[in-house]
């Protein structure tokens, strides 16, 4: 059974970083495109970013684009994404999810695991 538990998050000021960080457990991490999405109260769920299985290839949110990085290590099964320059509409709700298949991926419906999510608040 796979398991991603992510971890990171907390209150910053606007203009500050924070890293999160998504340790999966089962299955076979190396094989598989994985992706942060974020989500406030009464939204959908949206796309932040996404890596490849080897990590050659990511891809970024217009939103977040310049600000955020995410990468991985398979080594130890763990996907990271630094945030920089954080502004007040980047609070939400952010999760970890492993993808379907190797490459980039940016909606929900082509992921099939979620993190339980952990909470950024960007205060002003």
């Known amino acids: 059974q796979v398991q991603l538990v992510e971890s990171g998050g907390g209150l910053v000021q606007a203009g500050g970083s924070l890293r999160l960080s998504c340790a999966a457990s089962?299955?076979?991490?190396?094989?598989?495109?994985m992706g942060w999405f974020r989500q406030v109260p009464g939204k959908a769920r949206e796309f932040v970013a996404s890596?490849?299985?080897?990590?050659?290839?990511?891809l970024y949110a217009d939103s977040v684009k310049g600000r955020f990085t995410i990468s991985r290590d398979n080594a130890e099964k763990m996907v990271y994404l630094q945030m920089n320059y954080l502004k007040p509409e980047d609070t939400g709700v952010y999760y970890c999810?492993?993808?379907?298949?190797?490459?980039?991926?940016?909606?929900?419906?082509?992921?099939?695991?979620w993190g339980q999510g952990t909470q950024v608040t960007v205060s002003s």
């Open positions: 999810a492993r993808s379907y298949g190797l490459l980039v991926a940016t909606t929900t419906r082509e992921y099939d695991y």
């Open positions: 089962g299955g076979t991490f190396s094989r598989y495109a």
């Open positions: 890596i490849s299985w080897s990590g050659g290839s990511t």
